[in-house]
């Protein structure tokens, strides 16, 4: 503490002992030729300041802030493992078809069967010999259905003589782009409507946040049910039914992005770099899409790969209640909706049911091994 | 004058809501006498009876019903190419002030005359033309920036939004603010949190200065530092403002530091500027009791020498409920039955020395 009053006496202009390797520090820092003349008595401060303020090697090239979460996304096996399901899942359904072009989505096997079924009718004469027929019926089946996994099927065929692993890159295709189109949605209703009740704060924050708690309060499948039924009435087509059916789901869903990016806004605009910004006369786009939003970002990342999630999730409970996309259109919760009302098929055909659900599992486990590790990678606290 | 009458009756009694009264109404005149004198043309910053109240407590229909008065009637002047060194305890409304005067935080009441313009009432819009001349340097060099952009983006934005030099001269004149403060060419493509405290209020200085200002505010810059590296900053600071030609608020609880770099010195105490004055008066001649206080507790480097150390008794009151009288008269020494009903006046002394304590009014 008592060297601290030694450069307020700026007439002490006495020579100070430097030593040699603190001669060295301070020939780096450009700054010291003045400091010398101003003031010599702060040069034996100088000598503790070795450790703290030797410029950092010009050949060490350290890592931006994304090359440092890219390596410690990396560096993760289970976040790997969730790229390598997502990255395949995505081969699968949005390449797989051009390449394998055997069958189309809703391309029957027509090839059918012939199957031979003996008979063996025991007939007793009226003098007690028995007369034995036997009797070979011939069906021609116009369909290939359940056919069990061949050459010719890879996962064979369903009851209505469609091919399964056709109709599993086509299902995966609907249930893909659908979530990526509703999480994209739902992140930028609710960047915007977040960042705004955050940014302005007052009663436009009151507003969208009593609007969140509402939209929070509503039944999800009563609804999605009501709407469905609409959507019957209204006799759109079956293809599409299943976007009208997100984007209802996506009108309810941003209420819980637009709190994650508010909170982080409110904490964020009290950083004082914030403050230097208004200090520097920044308009405020600038302040937000410039300054706050790329530090939203990380959070916001991780919030959109797990709803990924959830969202295929949703669409596969949809299409099972045959509200989503409807026969002959495939889509995972449909392809498994069969078991429904077949019994026989849920004990006999794995293949049918069995797939696609797998499929699901993997998507799902696939984006939330993904948004884990890059919640992880993007945490700055968790070095390494 | 009102408060005169009450006093010389045999026995005193204070009325303190009379007193109040007048000492208000006193205040309202001096105010509006002093806010239609002309602007001082050497100063570059004036500053008159500036107040800045937050809400602490809002009735339902948003009215306010209780306020923390931040900042009370601080006045000042400071020419340009000085520096006034603002002291005071954590909690006095130092940083509140700075922030107020760059108009970070709206005034509630006086005038900030920069540059012989009165900013007090200027709209965002107008605000944002003259940001470029006033520029702050925050306490903590750690928040103070932004940490997904580069050194050299963080230097060279408030250049480019602000046009201050050619598109194409952008990147060496930035490369030539940060040799000035110390920062070597190849930081420009690093990211602030591969420098240490240090070098990153260097960042924070040559971000400050790439706006050219004549006017900057640092807000405690090396209160967050080793002790050896805040003499570098300070020294920076120095060679700058010569190389520059600025003018330094120098806001610090370190009187050290404050004695080192200033011109004036201004003390604080719970929102209220108890002594203002050249810093060879304050330092030589402190008048106010607290100032005294202060200066008392700065350590003396010779063992031998005893110190008389003035220690204040009890906390500082909390500015939400402040005590009548005199702001101080809770721990001052000296405290009489006047200090604790009547507020004393704000007064020059000595020349450009002034201060705000009845004792030295009866001397």
Same mark, same amino acid.
């Given at each position: 503490?008592?060297?601290r009053?030694?450069?307020?006496?700026?007439?002490?202009?006495e020579?100070?002992?430097?030593d040699?390797?603190?001669?060295?520090?301070?020939?780096?820092?450009?700054d010291?030729?003045?400091?010398?003349?101003?003031a010599?008595?702060?040069?034996?401060l100088?000598?503790?300041?070795?450790d703290?303020?030797?410029?950092?090697?010009?050949?060490v090239r350290?890592?931006s802030p994304?090359?440092?979460?890219?390596?410690?996304?990396?560096?993760?096996?289970?976040?790997?493992?969730?790229?390598v399901?997502?990255?395949?899942?995505?081969?699968?359904?949005?390449?797989?078809p051009?390449?394998?072009?055997?069958?189309?989505?809703?391309?029957?096997?027509?090839?059918?069967?012939v199957?031979y079924?003996?008979?063996?009718?025991v007939i007793?004469?009226?003098?007690?010999t028995?007369?034995?027929?036997?009797?070979?019926?011939?069906?021609?089946?116009?369909?290939?259905y359940?056919?069990?996994?061949?050459?010719?099927?890879i996962?064979?065929?369903?009851?209505?003589?469609?091919?399964?692993?056709t109709?599993?890159? =086509?299902?995966g295709r &609907?249930? #893909?782009s659908?979530?990526?189109?509703?999480?994209?949605v739902?992140? @930028?209703? *609710?960047? /915007? +409507?977040?960042?705004?009740?955050?940014?302005?704060?007052?009663?436009?924050d009151?507003?969208?946040?009593?609007i969140?708690?509402?939209l929070?309060?509503l039944?999800?499948?009563?609804?999605?049910?009501?709407?469905?039924?609409?959507?019957?009435?209204?006799?759109v087509?079956a293809?599409?039914?299943? =976007?009208?059916?997100? &984007?209802? #789901?996506?009108?309810?869903s941003?209420?819980?992005?637009?709190r994650? @990016?508010? *909170?982080? /806004? +409110?904490?964020?605009?009290?950083?004082?770099?914030?403050?230097?910004?208004?200090?520097?006369?920044?308009s405020?786009s600038?302040?937000?899409?410039?300054?706050?939003?790329?530090?939203v970002?990380?959070?916001?990342?991780?919030?959109?790969?797990?709803?990924?999630?959830s969202?295929?999730?949703?669409?596969?409970t949809?299409?099972?209640?045959?509200?989503?996309?409807k026969?002959?259109?495939?889509?995972?919760?449909?392809?498994?909706?069969?078991?429904?009302t077949n019994t026989?098929?849920l004990?006999?055909?794995?293949n049918?049911w069995?797939a696609?659900?797998?499929?699901?599992?993997i998507?799902?486990?696939g984006?939330?091994?993904?948004?884990?590790g890059?919640?992880?990678?993007l945490?700055?606290?968790?070095?390494? | 004058?009102?408060?005169?009458e009450?006093?010389?009756?045999?026995?005193?009694?204070?009325?303190d809501?009379?007193?109040?009264?007048?000492h208000?109404?006193?205040k309202?005149a001096?105010?509006k006498?002093?806010?239609?004198?002309?602007?001082?043309?050497?100063?570059l910053?004036?500053?008159?009876?500036?107040?800045?109240?937050?809400?602490?407590?809002?009735?339902?229909?948003?009215?306010t019903?209780?306020?923390?008065?931040?900042?009370?009637?601080i006045s000042?002047?400071?020419?340009?190419g000085e520096?006034?060194?603002?002291?005071?305890?954590?909690?006095?409304?130092?940083?509140?002030?700075?922030?107020?005067?760059?108009k970070?935080?709206?005034?509630?009441?006086?005038?900030?005359?920069?540059?012989?313009?009165?900013?007090?009432?200027?709209?965002?819009k107008?605000?944002?033309?003259i940001?470029?001349?006033?520029?702050i340097?925050?306490?903590?060099p750690?928040?103070?920036?932004?940490p997904?952009?580069?050194?050299?983006?963080?230097?060279?934005?408030?250049v480019l939004?602000?046009?201050?030099v050619?598109?194409?001269?952008?990147?060496?004149?930035?490369?030539?603010?940060?040799?000035?403060?110390?920062?070597?060419?190849?930081?420009?493509?690093?990211?602030?949190?591969?420098?240490?405290g240090?070098q990153?209020?260097?960042?924070?200085?040559?971000?400050?200065?790439?706006?050219?200002p004549?006017?900057?505010?640092c807000d405690?810059?090396?209160?967050?530092?080793?002790?050896?590296?805040?003499?570098?900053?300070?020294?920076?600071?120095?060679?700058?403002?010569?190389?520059?030609?600025?003018?330094?608020?120098?806001?610090?609880?370190?009187?050290?530091?404050?004695?080192?770099i200033?011109?004036?010195?201004?003390?604080?105490?719970?929102?209220?500027m108890?002594?203002?004055?050249?810093?060879k008066?304050?330092?030589?001649?402190?008048?106010?009791?607290?100032?005294?206080?202060?200066?008392?507790a700065?350590?003396?480097?010779?063992?031998?020498?005893?110190?008389?150390?003035i220690?204040?008794?009890?906390?500082?009151?909390?500015?939400?409920?402040?005590?009548?009288?005199?702001l101080?008269?809770?721990?001052?020494?000296?405290?009489?039955?006047k200090?604790?009903?009547?507020?004393?006046?704000?007064?020059?002394?000595?020349?450009?020395?002034?201060?705000?304590?009845?004792?030295?009014?009866?001397?």
């Amino acid at each position: 503490m008592e060297d601290r009053n030694i450069p307020m006496n700026e007439e002490n202009t006495e020579a100070v002992l430097v030593d040699a390797v603190n001669e060295e520090t301070l020939t780096e820092a450009p700054d010291v030729e003045v400091e010398k003349a101003e003031a010599a008595v702060t040069e034996q401060l100088e000598t503790e300041s070795e450790d703290t303020e030797v410029p950092l090697d010009k050949n060490v090239r350290l890592m931006s802030p994304m090359q440092m979460v890219i390596r410690r996304f990396f560096r993760s096996k289970l976040s790997i493992v969730g790229l390598v399901m997502i990255v395949s899942l995505f081969l699968f359904s949005f390449f797989g078809p051009l390449v394998y072009t055997r069958w189309g989505e809703i391309e029957l096997d027509e090839s059918g069967t012939v199957s031979y079924t003996p008979n063996e009718i025991v007939i007793t004469n009226p003098d007690g010999t028995t007369t034995t027929i036997y009797q070979t019926t011939e069906r021609q089946e116009k369909d290939n259905y359940l056919a069990p996994p061949s050459k010719d099927h890879i996962l064979g065929t369903d009851e209505q003589g469609y091919d399964v692993f056709t109709r599993l890159m =086509y299902g995966g295709r &609907i249930s #893909l782009s659908v979530s990526f189109i509703a999480v994209f949605v739902i992140t @930028v209703l *609710g960047v /915007i +409507l977040g960042g705004i009740a955050g940014y302005f704060g007052g009663v436009v924050d009151n507003v969208i946040m009593r609007i969140c708690d509402v939209l929070m309060c509503l039944p999800g499948i009563p609804i999605l049910l009501i709407i469905s039924t609409l959507l019957e009435a209204a006799q759109v087509d079956a293809k599409y039914r299943i =976007y009208w059916l997100m &984007i209802y #789901l996506t009108l309810f869903s941003w209420p819980g992005t637009a709190r994650l @990016v508010r *909170g982080q /806004i +409110l904490s964020l605009r009290e950083q004082e770099y914030m403050v230097a910004a208004e200090a520097m006369g920044y308009s405020t786009s600038r302040k937000i899409f410039k300054h706050l939003v790329p530090n939203v970002m990380p959070q916001l990342i991780v919030q959109m790969t797990l709803s990924l999630g959830s969202m295929i999730l949703y669409e596969a409970t949809l299409s099972y209640l045959n509200m989503g996309v409807k026969a002959p259109y495939a889509a995972w919760g449909t392809m498994i909706n069969v078991i429904s009302t077949n019994t026989d098929i849920l004990q006999n055909n794995f293949n049918v049911w069995g797939a696609p659900g797998i499929c699901i599992v993997i998507a799902v486990l696939g984006f939330n091994f993904i948004g884990d590790g890059l919640r992880d990678a993007l945490d700055p606290k968790s070095r390494r | 004058m009102a408060e005169n009458e009450i006093l010389e009756g045999a026995e005193v009694v204070y009325d303190d809501e009379a007193i109040m009264a007048a000492h208000r109404e006193e205040k309202e005149a001096t105010k509006k006498a002093d806010f239609e004198k002309p602007f001082d043309e050497n100063a570059l910053l004036e500053v008159r009876h500036l107040r800045k109240c937050f809400p602490i407590k809002k009735s339902i229909t948003g009215k306010t019903l209780q306020e923390l008065i931040a900042v009370d009637d601080i006045s000042f002047k400071l020419n340009a190419g000085e520096t006034l060194g603002i002291v005071g305890e954590s909690g006095c409304g130092k940083t509140t002030m700075g922030r107020t005067i760059l108009k970070l935080h709206q005034p509630s009441g006086g005038q900030i005359i920069f540059d012989g313009k009165d900013i007090s009432n200027y709209t965002n819009k107008e605000m944002r033309d003259i940001r470029t001349k006033m520029q702050i340097i925050f306490q903590d060099p750690y928040s103070s920036l932004p940490p997904r952009s580069t050194v050299g983006d963080i230097i060279s934005e408030p250049v480019l939004v602000h046009g201050i030099v050619p598109k194409d001269q952008v990147k060496s004149y930035v490369l030539d603010l940060m040799d000035k403060c110390g920062l070597r060419d190849y930081y420009y493509e690093r990211y602030p949190h591969e420098f240490s405290g240090g070098q990153r209020q260097r960042i924070c200085i040559a971000r400050a200065l790439s706006v050219q200002p004549q006017l900057v505010v640092c807000d405690e810059p090396v209160s967050a530092l080793d002790v050896s590296i805040q003499a570098q900053i300070i020294n920076l600071l120095k060679s700058l403002q010569k190389s520059m030609n600025l003018t330094y608020l120098f806001i610090s609880h370190d009187l050290s530091v404050v004695k080192f770099i200033s011109d004036k010195i201004g003390v604080m105490y719970l929102g209220s500027m108890v002594e203002f004055g050249n810093k060879k008066d304050i330092f030589d001649n402190p008048l106010h009791p607290y100032t005294k206080a202060l200066f008392s507790a700065i350590p003396e480097p010779n063992p031998d020498v005893k110190m008389n150390r003035i220690v204040l008794k009890g906390d500082i009151p909390s500015p939400a409920n402040p005590p009548k009288g005199c702001l101080f008269h809770t721990r001052c020494p000296y405290a009489t039955e006047k200090c604790k009903h009547v507020p004393p006046k704000y007064k020059e002394h000595e020349e450009g020395h002034f201060a705000a304590c009845h004792l030295l009014n009866e001397e």
